[in-house]
């Protein structure tokens, strides 16, 4: 079946760096792009990037841009988000989600990893 | 693109019929989800361009609008549908969401 599974949160300083992968299986990976979509503790969705599925496209929320990257390796079915410059207010649950289409489809994001928390504190 | 939700939260009983609205800050055309979200879990799609019913999603679930305005409704509330709604829109990057209504039950 169609799955994401996401790893690499943590406990980390600000101004620190972590990276975020996301492992796909049951679909055609290289055929689709993928989304980064945090939430804050009690806040709501955050929509934070997106990349084609050749990775040629890349965009990201204003809050973010600057410091973290996304990327993806479809040899490896893999999605990831490298964030540089941490704060406070980056602590969340990052979730990765499958784009119906191969950039940003008029259709929504109905396949959703479970999340991985990341904390930024000292 | 900003999208707005309201209300930011409703109070509802079981058996009502509610509604909550999505504005966006331009014209999306019909490029707009609706998810539903309980506690510590992933969003689940409910609606796609603006009115498609997703597969297993109960037919209490109706969505309507284009341009910039656009409704979610609910027949008829039943207890698992107490959760945070949001929209998103998809016309243009970045895709964002609206910032969410929260059905507590009265």
Not at chain 1, 34 to 63: C, F, T
Not at chain 1, 89 to 94: G, I, N
């Amino acid at each position: 079946q169609v799955q994401l599974v996401e790893s690499g949160g943590g406990v980390v300083q600000p101004g620190r760096s972590l990276r975020l992968s996301c492992a796909a299986s049951g679909f055609t990976f290289s055929g689709f792009g993928m989304h980064w979509v945090r939430q804050a503790p009690g806040k709501g969705l955050e929509w934070v990037a997106v990349i084609s599925n050749d990775g040629s496209e890349k965009y990201y929320a204003d809050s973010v841009k600057g410091r973290f990257t996304i990327s993806r390796d479809n040899s490896k079915d893999t999605l990831y988000l490298q964030m540089n410059s941490l704060r406070a207010d980056d602590t969340a649950v990052y979730f990765c989600a499958k784009d119906p289409d191969i950039l940003t489809g008029i259709n929504g994001l109905a396949v959703w990893g479970l999340g991985t928390t990341v904390t930024v504190s000292s | 693109i900003q999208m707005t939700q309201s209300p930011s939260s409703l109070s509802a009983s079981v058996g009502d019929r509610v509604t909550i609205t999505c504005r966006a800050s331009r014209s999306i055309s019909g490029y707009l989800s609706w998810y539903q979200q309980k506690p510590g879990k992933a969003p689940k799609l409910l609606i796609d361009t603006a009115s498609s019913l997703q597969s297993g999603v109960p037919s209490r679930f109706s969505g309507s609008g284009s341009g910039t305005v656009f409704t979610l409704t609910i027949s008829s509330l039943q207890p698992e549908d107490f959760a945070i709604y949001y929209c998103q829109q998809s016309y243009q990057n970045p895709p964002t969401f609206g910032q969410g209504t929260k059905m507590e039950i009265k």
